[in-house]
């Protein structure tokens, strides 16, 4: 069974920096791309990163490009989502996301709040 495990969320003032970490068990880690996506009060969820298998190619969208980083460590089946100079607008709950053959799994969630 896939399992996710999100970690690293908190408060941080805005300028400041996070990285969350994802712990993945129940399916073979490393054959699988990984994303992140959040989901702020009232909105919709929105992919914020995405990383290949073997970690070569990542992609953004243009709100967190230049800001967030996404890496993962196939020796220990976690992904990360370093990000930095944190506005506000990046309040919200995020997640972490596989698909495994035909099934989306997501994490339980870890909240971020960006506020002075």
């Known amino acids: 069974q896939v399992q996710l495990v999100e970690f690293g969320g908190g408060l941080v003032q805005p300028g400041g920096s996070l990285r969350l970490s994802c712990a993945a068990s129940?399916?073979?880690?490393?054959?699988?791309?990984m994303r992140w996506y959040r989901q702020a009060p009232g909105k919709e969820r929105e992919l914020v990163a995405t990383?290949?298998?073997?970690?070569?190619?990542?992609n953004y969208p243009d709100s967190v490009k230049g800001r967030f980083t996404i890496s993962r460590d196939n020796a220990k089946n976690t992904v990360y989502l370093q990000m930095n100079s944190l506005t506000p607008e990046d309040t919200a709950v995020y997640y972490c996301?596989?698909?495994?053959?035909?099934?989306?799994?997501w994490g339980q969630g870890t909240q971020v709040t960006v506020s002075s």
């Open positions: 996301n596989a698909m495994v053959g035909a099934v989306s799994s």
């Open positions: 129940g399916f073979t880690f490393s054959r699988y791309a």
């Open positions: 990383i290949t298998t073997a970690g070569g190619t990542a």
